[in-house]
């Protein structure tokens, strides 16, 4: 049992910055991928970033050098730090984490979700 909770969203202008923390709690379970996503009003749900436990990370086109996904093993937490923010940026951020709790059993997570608004 893994539970994700998210914080940090909120509202920004444009050109600022927000840092989105997830948190991870529970169990006897190990992190593989941690990913951001993000749905915005009327669109599909996207694929923003992501990081593996071997530190390579990914990131959607439209954020490349915008924004860094990170992790903190310790803490079991990731975070998403955006810059230069856009409106087109606006939209509910979700957590996702990739968990193994056994050689056979591997679920996926998601976080409750965060609101990022970006308007001037």
């Known amino acids: 049992q893994v539970q994700l909770v998210e914080s940090g969203g909120g509202l920004v202008q444009p050109g600022g910055s927000l840092r989105l923390s997830c948190a991870a709690s529970?169990?006897?379970?190990?992190?593989?991928?941690m990913r951001w996503y993000r749905q915005a009003p009327g669109k599909q749900r996207e694929l923003v970033a992501a990081?593996?436990?071997?530190?390579?990370?990914n990131y959607a086109d439209s954020v490349k050098g915008r924004f860094t996904i990170s992790r903190d093993d310790v803490k079991n937490t990731v975070y998403l730090q955006m810059n230069s923010l856009k409106p087109e940026d606006t939209a509910v951020y979700y957590c996702?984490?990739?968990?193994?709790?056994?050689?056979?059993?591997?679920?996926?997570?998601w976080g409750q979700g965060t609101q990022v608004t970006v308007s001037s």
């Open positions: 990081a593996t436990s071997s530190g390579t990370t």
């Open positions: 996702n984490a990739d968990v193994s709790h056994s050689i056979f059993w591997s679920n996926d997570y």
């Open positions: 529970g169990t006897g379970f190990r992190i593989n991928v």
